[in-house]
């Protein structure tokens, strides 16, 4: 019997990989170790809440002795690591935070993870769920392989580079058993409406503007979050100690591009006039250190592990939008509060 804690497990991927887990391996104790911050929710998980695999620890990654001491009663054999600042907006305005629980809490958890594992390290694993924008910006053409070189520029993603380091460190040094994959830009149900697509349906909803940041022509690959739980749950179980795999969607869309069919998609389930909400595009004062493009080469999960997209972007997207159409209580209370004064500090 496997004894796993996954990090972050309220948040957006966080929730879907913890549902997969619980329910599809009823013989593995599921520990989902969160600090419930303003992204993380325990509504998102809970239809899982009552199993009797599944435990929830409230607890902050950053606080070294509880993670020890919860690491010691635990003794637990895997750790899949998701906790973490996720948006490179926030990161822009309050970078530390972002050292803080991405940099000194994954530290926090290799050590725990170190100390209890001893040297012994069968059937042990370290996984950390990292992002492809550690790579930094791509051009118009080429992709993000594993061994691209790191080159980060935005504060988040900077600190995702960091501790992808200290995990591989920690393998090279100490000899921990770890994988690290590199995951593109995830859309799907439960995102924070602070990203793009769950951001801009909101608006639409709302009738609000839609803040297109520059000339709208910067490039992202998105991925439906079902498929990256998918992928994590194959890497965790099938791949190779002391390596990185990139996952990806093959899906490359101009930010511009995408928001015009989310609107077209919306318009039609919403019984709008065709071209509505595209009068809701306005374009805002870019991001600073904007990176153009993210595309990823998933070839290697592909050929390694026989993984690859399962949703198409039409049927990821519509899902999408259909979720957050029926689960208007769930927007109501993520938006209130807090999330009004981000808003109005980051866009008014
Ligand atoms: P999210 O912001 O939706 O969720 C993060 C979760 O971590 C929340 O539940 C939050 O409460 C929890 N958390 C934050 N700080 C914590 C702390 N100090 N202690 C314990 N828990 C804490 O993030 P997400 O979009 O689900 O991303 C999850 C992971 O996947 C992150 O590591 C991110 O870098 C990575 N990733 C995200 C994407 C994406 O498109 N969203 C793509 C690739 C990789
Ligand atoms: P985001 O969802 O924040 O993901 P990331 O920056 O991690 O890729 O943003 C996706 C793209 O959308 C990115 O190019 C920035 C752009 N964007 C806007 O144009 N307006 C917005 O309000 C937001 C949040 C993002």
Redesign the pocket.
Known sequence: MKKIVITGGAGFIGSHVVRRFVNKYPDYKIYNLDALTYAGNLENIADIENKPNYTFVKGDITDADFINELFQKEQFDSIIHLAAE????RSITDPLAFVKTNVIGTMNLLNAAKTIWKNNFVDKRFYHVS?D?VYGSLGATGLFTETTPYDPN?P??ASKASSDHFVRAYGETYGLPYVITNCS?NYGPNHFP????P??INNIINHKP?????D?K???DWLYVIDHAIAIDLVFHDGKNHETYNIGGFNEWQ?IE??QLLCQKMDQKLGRKPGESNSLITY?KD?PG??LR?AIDASKINKELGWKPSVTFEEGLSKTIDWYLSNEKWLKNVTSGDYQNYYSN??E
Do not use: A, C, M, W
């Open positions: 996720s948006h490179v907006d992002t924008e935005s988040y993603s830009n602070e990203k793009l697509i951001l801009f839609l803040p297109v940041y520059g709208g910067y490039t992202r930010n995408l928001v805002v991001r904007h990176d993210y980051q866009y």
